[in-house]
């Protein structure tokens, strides 16, 4: 087990060489601990009582594992909750707004939109994402 996973996914199951191992992101799990013990230890746990049970070849959140989520006594969600505007400060990202949400970009995107070269929708509204400074006046990061 490890603590050294980085970007957005707060847990991670893997199969190297036969070996199993559980990888978790140090600082989504610190900043929110609530939206991460245990329902993020036990999605990754439940991926592995899914290898040991029904070998390779299951998809990751199909059938199987959503019934070893339940059993386990969690909701089988594939992602976490963590706020954008908290992504945002502890990724190192850049926060932006539609008229739906906030969404967390990261500097590769961030970089896109600030050249010109690219614009983003959200999914659900539609509306073309801004900068969120430019739309409150409030400071993107704190640090």
């Not at 989520?69 to 908290?86: A, N």
């Not at 509204?125 to 993107?140: F, K, M, N, S």
């Amino acid at each position: 087990m490890s603590f050294r996973l980085r970007g957005r996914a707060a847990g991670q199951w893997r199969l190297r060489q036969g070996q199993e191992s559980l990888h978790f992101n140090e600082r989504l799990f610190a900043a929110d601990p609530a939206q991460h013990m245990p329902d993020t230890v036990a999605h990754e746990v439940a991926h592995s009582v899914v290898y040991r049970c029904h070998g390779r070849g299951k998809r990751p959140h199909g059938p199987e594992w959503r019934a070893v989520m339940k059993h386990l006594g969690f909701e089988p969600r594939v992602t976490h909750e963590t706020s954008p505007e908290l992504l945002a400060r502890i990724l190192n990202h850049h926060l932006y707004r539609c008229a739906c949400r906030s969404h967390a970009l990261g500097p590769r995107q961030h970089q896109q939109v600030h050249r010109g070269k690219r614009d983003y929708r959200c999914k659900l509204c539609g509306e073309r994402l801004i900068r969120a400074d430019q739309t409150t006046g409030l400071a993107v990061r704190e640090k």
